[in-house]
């Protein structure tokens, strides 16, 4: 019983921890979100305040940020195909990967 409690003590604070953090990236990840989708939506072409430069440099800003994720778990998943093909490249290494992570 003594174990559990230990546990618990460990547990909650990283609990809380996790709720706070979660909390407060998705409010700025909301906010920072709505206000570049504003923005890129009123300067669009035939637009309240139609500024295609401005769209453009952001939308592109956006489509690069939209992006990392992709490259990030790309990079995660060059072992796993190491790991069950042999090779991290190529088109082997690809199907393996692809077949693997979307089913």
């Known amino acids: 019983m003594d174990y559990f409690l230990e546990i618990k003590k460990m547990i909650l604070p990283a609990f809380f921890d996790t709720l706070y953090m979660v909390f407060f990236s998705s409010l700025f990840a909301i906010l920072i979100g709505v206000a570049i989708g504003i923005i890129l939506y009123i300067t669009d072409k035939g637009a309240i305040l139609e500024n295609i430069f401005i769209n453009k440099v952001i ?15 790309m990079i995660a998943v060059f072992p ?24």
Do not use: D, E, H, Q
Not at 59 to 73: A, Y
Not at 82 to 99: L, N, Q
């Open 80 to 103: 796993l195909s190491k790991f069950i093909v042999g090779t991290s490249i190529g088109s082997k290494a690809t199907y393996c990967c692809c077949y693997t992570i979307c089913s």
């Open 59 to 73: 939308g592109t800003i956006v489509n690069i940020g939209r992006s990392v994720p992709f490259v990030i778990l």
